[in-house]
């Protein structure tokens, strides 16, 4: 009785409620707006060298012609020529174009790297918590809040100051954000196994002799992945986010890769002189955090039309 050809057969499949669902979502402009958006940025960070070549220009060049005596740009727009698409950095004459494209690679790398660690962790961690219960279950569950309530800013900004310069930031970056992104996702995952757990397709693939793997994965993981997923794509600009307010100040990647962050925090003081320093990587930020909770809205009220309506 211990065969997987004797085992209760897993939750039966929905593939119909499935393809409703993908109706759904490809019947939400937003969301859908938001899936271009995103998949143009992602292409741009993948093509950003041949981007940068098309251009004839390079993040880390300088071009000091291209400044006046005291650092601002010259002409129009920052610099906005033929040659400089998006004007040139003050300071240092770097293409603008170029830091904006090559700090799509940054953000992405970082949201998208962070999220999958998060992600991974909180999974593994919930279900496991959900599934065996006590003393492992209050144990993470003591830890979670622990790390809900850390003061998680004044960490990286003290471990930035302490970890040696031979360490990449950007893996730095993503190891803290996903030990303390992998809480929330943690939780939800957890209470939904608790309630799986319970359902008629567990107990009885249990009763028959399934083992605590099959139940795992084959049983309850299936029944979570549209959660997973959901959860995995609103994180996406939160981590995003955290990262350019990190660069922002100054605990980021350092100088001189590009990060958006990091070149809004520069524009600040130059917003008077040179406001296309700060339009540029602020709209690329704005857009693509946007573009992702709009297709993350989209994809919870298409799996989940119980929220439709509540989020809008």
């Not at 004007?87 to 240092?92: D, I, K, L, N, Y």
């Not at 909180?122 to 492992?136: H, M, N, R």
């Not at 008629?200 to 979570?224: D, E, I, M």
Request: one cysteine or more; glycine letters at 10%.
């Amino acid at each position: 009785m211990s065969t997987d050809t004797q085992l209760a057969p897993p939750a039966p499949a929905r593939p119909k409620k499935s393809r409703n669902s993908w109706r759904r979502l490809l019947a939400d402009r937003w969301a859908v707006a938001g899936a271009v958006v995103v998949a143009f940025f992602l292409l741009v960070a993948v093509a950003a060298p041949l981007l940068c070549a098309i251009a004839g220009q390079d993040p880390y060049t300088y071009d000091l012609d291209a400044l006046t005596e005291a650092g601002a740009p010259i002409g129009f727009g920052g610099g906005i020529s033929a040659e400089h698409w998006f004007g040139v950095e003050p300071m240092t004459g770097r293409d603008l174009f170029a830091i904006v494209v090559h700090g799509a690679r940054t953000s992405l790398l970082v949201g998208v790297g962070a999220t999958a660690v998060s992600v991974f962790l909180g999974v593994l961690i919930g279900l496991t918590a959900g599934f065996y219960g006590g003393w492992y279950d209050r144990a993470v569950s003591r830890v979670i809040d622990v790390l809900l309530g850390f003061p998680w800013l004044i960490f990286v900004i003290a471990l930035g100051a302490i970890v040696p310069t031979s360490l990449p930031k950007p893996l730095l970056l993503v190891g803290v954000l996903a030990i303390f992104g992998w809480t929330s996702i943690a939780r939800i995952v957890r209470s939904q196994t608790l309630v799986l757990k319970r359902r008629t397709f567990v107990v009885a693939s249990a009763a028959v002799g399934a083992g605590p793997w099959h139940l795992l994965t084959r049983q309850l993981l299936p029944n979570l992945s549209a959660t997973i997923i959901v959860y995995a794509t609103i994180q996406i600009p939160s981590m995003i986010g955290a990262e350019a307010a990190l660069s922002f100040l100054g605990v980021g990647v350092p100088p001189p890769t590009p990060a958006w962050g990091r070149s809004i925090g520069d524009a600040v003081s130059w917003v008077q002189t040179d406001p296309m320093f700060l339009v540029f990587p602020g709209a690329a930020l704005f857009l693509v955090t946007l573009a992702f909770n709009l297709f993350g809205d989209g994809l919870r009220d298409a799996f989940d039309p119980r929220t439709r309506g509540l989020n809008r």
